[in-house]
């Protein structure tokens, strides 16, 4: 599916294919030589990897889908077992065709929360002899509902440029190059959609490069499932893919004929895999089964691709160890909009859990009506409008009152826990 300039031999190999691409490893080793710093941090980031992995293994216990717990706060002694990432979606259009939709934006959502818990409909795609590698993840992605000052957004910025297209310098991430500014990458997972020139797919900065460019690029007609998406990367793999990046995954081959991607589950492979295959491929001595090439860190198809593997799970969580390089995303201080949520969807025929709030604006007095029995017993939190949590309690009844009197005027979130996706209002405070 993506394509890095990884060997030349392979460059030679596969020309014929070179439509497809991630540019990461390229993007990667010209960061480095760029700011000899950076590959300081990346190696001491690589050390606390290990130490990690190595003092609290993460239990391989694979093939279920649970991760039913919607615990998101940084709990002590571990990581919670699902993590919720706020996300913001840069699109830089030039063309009417590039402003793509909310809905098409949501599609792409939906993706990457299916794909990242093992909710993906196509499974049943992995064969037998690979199926026990195959692991809910535990990331949850929701579009944020408050952005950096507080304010409230949907968590999709729709913004004119003057470029017609974006290459791999990081042009569409600022605003003084035609681009638009990332949000803290310490609360939000920014992602960019553009037009680019030449066959990129998209790419991923480098987990431990600087602060205003973290995050993912991705071509608009590789994100998500409707409107401008295009087959073969219409099925919303190629964000999945750079998040994966993003969470300091790397290409199953390793970037090397039969080099490591630091994964102890994921077999040796001598190259990236193009298109759809099928049946075993043998390379590296991998035998009996061959290449994993359904891993969602190949260059498969979208079609083609259908597991991050145990050991991927281990090596994304120890970034949201303490100490972890994405830890402070833990600290769930942004607000996301979980309404369409895909595991819900998968998990539920009803629709989304719904909230009323009333009176709204309020003074003193709110009733929050859920209608989700699920809730019960969850948390019913509320945030300011800087995103910070300043009022929880638990929920015994599905009517409940607050007493807002002592708040400030403003806009409040509310959200409730039901274990799966959360409902979500809003409150004025007046
Ligand atoms: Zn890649």
């Not at 995954?249 to 492979?269: F, N, Y």
């Not at 009197?405 to 826990?417: D, K, M, P, V, W």
């Amino acid at each position: 599916m993506k394509y890095c300039l990884s060997a030349l031999f392979l460059l030679i190999t596969i020309a014929g294919l070179a439509q497809t691409q991630c540019r990461s490893f390229e993007y990667r080793q010209q960061q480095l030589k760029a700011n000899p710093m950076l590959a300081q941090t990346v190696a001491t980031i690589e050390q606390f990897t290990s130490r990690q992995l190595s003092q609290r293994p993460v239990a391989v216990t694979g093939g279920t889908s649970g991760g039913t717990s919607s615990s998101s706060g940084a709990a002590s002694g571990g990581t919670p077992s699902l993590i919720t990432i706020p996300v913001v979606v840069h699109i830089l259009y030039n063309t009417n065709a590039e402003n793509i939709s909310d809905a098409q934006v949501q599609s792409q959502i939906d993706v990457l929360n299916a794909d990242y818990q093992k909710q993906n409909s196509d499974t049943a795609e992995i064969p037998s002899y690979y199926r026990s590698l195959a692991t809910n993840c535990g990331f949850r992605f929701g579009l944020a509902l408050a952005d950096t000052n507080g304010q409230a957004t949907t968590g999709i910025i729709h913004k004119y440029t003057t470029n017609s297209y974006f290459t791999i310098n990081d042009d569409i991430k600022s605003s003084a190059t035609g681009g638009d500014d990332g949000w803290d990458r310490d609360r939000y997972l920014n992602i960019w959609v553009g037009n680019f020139t030449g066959s990129l797919l998209g790419y991923s900065s480098v987990v431990g490069g600087a602060k205003a460019t973290d995050g993912v690029v991705v071509l608009y007609t590789a994100f998500g499932t409707v409107g401008t998406a295009t087959a073969p990367f219409n099925l919303g793999r190629t964000a999945v893919h750079e998040v994966g990046h993003w969470l300091n995954m790397i290409h199953t081959w390793g970037d090397d004929s039969c080099g490591t991607d630091l994964v102890a589950d994921t077999p040796p492979q001598q190259g990236p895999t193009y298109g759809d295959p099928s049946g075993i491929i043998l390379s590296c001595g991998n035998t009996p089964y061959g290449n994993l090439y359904q891993d969602y860190m190949d260059f498969t198809d979208d079609i083609g691709m259908h597991l991050f593997t145990n050991g991927q799970k281990a090596r994304m969580l120890t970034l949201f160890a303490p100490g972890g390089f994405r830890y402070a995303l833990l600290a769930d201080t942004v607000p996301v909009d979980t309404a369409t949520d895909a595991v819900s969807v998968a998990a539920t025929e009803s629709s989304a859990s719904a909230m009323t709030i009333y009176p709204n604006p309020a003074v003193s007095l709110v009733t929050v009506q859920l209608t989700d029995p699920a809730c019960l017993g969850g948390l019913l939190d509320v945030y300011n409008q800087l995103g910070q949590k300043i009022m929880s309690v638990r929920v015994t009844t599905l009517t409940l009152q607050l007493d807002v009197a002592g708040l400030a005027g403003g806009i409040y979130f509310i959200r409730a826990s039901d274990g799966k996706k959360g409902a979500v209002g809003k409150l004025i405070r007046i």
